[in-house]
């Protein structure tokens, strides 16, 4: 039998572990994180008008619009990063000829997780 003290250090340090397993990454905003992202990155060819929605009927100015998609559905999938065509062309996992923003600096890693963990939180209009 473990002594008193054993245990409760045992028992201190599962609790530890646990919550951090279950806390995940941070909760994302769209307003505060993701909006700004796409405002700095996107919506200067994706607005009305713009050469990337001539080409593609992509408008990225609203939540709304961001959901609709292109001309040929839906860019975001909630919950499911990898399905979701918005977060693979800028997480570079398509050609380097169609990664977003087209002809630009690709986003940083971080701004990246930032968008592959909003949408696996379910890409919500928080
Ligand atoms: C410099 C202009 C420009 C910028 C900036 C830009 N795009 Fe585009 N985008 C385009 C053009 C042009 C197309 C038309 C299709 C093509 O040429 O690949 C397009 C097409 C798309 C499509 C449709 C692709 C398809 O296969 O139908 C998506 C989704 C997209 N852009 C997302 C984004 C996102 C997300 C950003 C910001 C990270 C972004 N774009 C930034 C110009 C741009």
Redesign the pocket.
Known sequence: MPRPTTTSLLATLSAILLAGCSAGPAPVSFKSDIKP??DK??????LQG???T???G?L?DSYDNLMK????GP?VVAGDPLSS??YR??AGKVDP??R?????EA?SDVEIAKIEHWITQGAKNN
């Not at 977003?100 to 630009?104: A, F, T």
């Open positions: 992202l796409i990155y996107c919506t200067e060819c994706h713009g050469a990337g001539e080409a593609s992509f990225t998609g292109t001309q040929f860019v065509s918005f062309l800028v000829s169609i977003m923003p087209h002809g630009k986003l």
